[in-house]
């Protein structure tokens, strides 16, 4: 059973950083890709960013200009940097890893971006 925990959320004023974490419970290089999504109240979940096992970066054309997503292998955890925050940003961002075509998620932190 893969474990996934995330951190860092919490609240930022419009133009403010964050950077979320999400460690696995085992070698990032297990999973063909891990990933960031979100949700918002009333919406459906969406993508924001991924990076595979060979280091390619993929984000959402709503943050490619503010967010990037990094990993620490020796840590076996993943990173997205988050910039110039927005208020559309608030959301619960999961973190998601892909192994063997099953989908992992982990709890969830919540991000609120508000004055």
């Known amino acids: 059973q893969v474990q996934l925990v995330e951190s860092g959320g919490g609240l930022a004023q419009p133009g403010g950083s964050l950077k979320l974490s999400c460690k696995a419970s085992?070698?990032?290089?297990?999973?063909?890709?891990m990933s960031w999504y979100r949700q918002a109240p009333g919406k459906e979940r969406e993508f924001v960013a991924s990076?595979?096992?060979?280091?390619?970066?993929r984000l959402a054309e709503s943050v490619e200009d503010r967010f990037t997503m990094s990993r620490n292998n020796v840590l076996n955890t993943v990173y997205l940097q988050m910039n110039n925050l927005k208020p559309e940003d608030t959301a619960v961002y999961y973190c998601n890893a892909n192994k063997l075509s099953k989908q992992n998620w982990g709890q969830g932190t919540q991000v609120t971006v508000s004055s």
């Open positions: 990076i595979n096992v060979g280091g390619r970066i």
């Open positions: 085992e070698n990032i290089f297990n999973f063909n890709a």
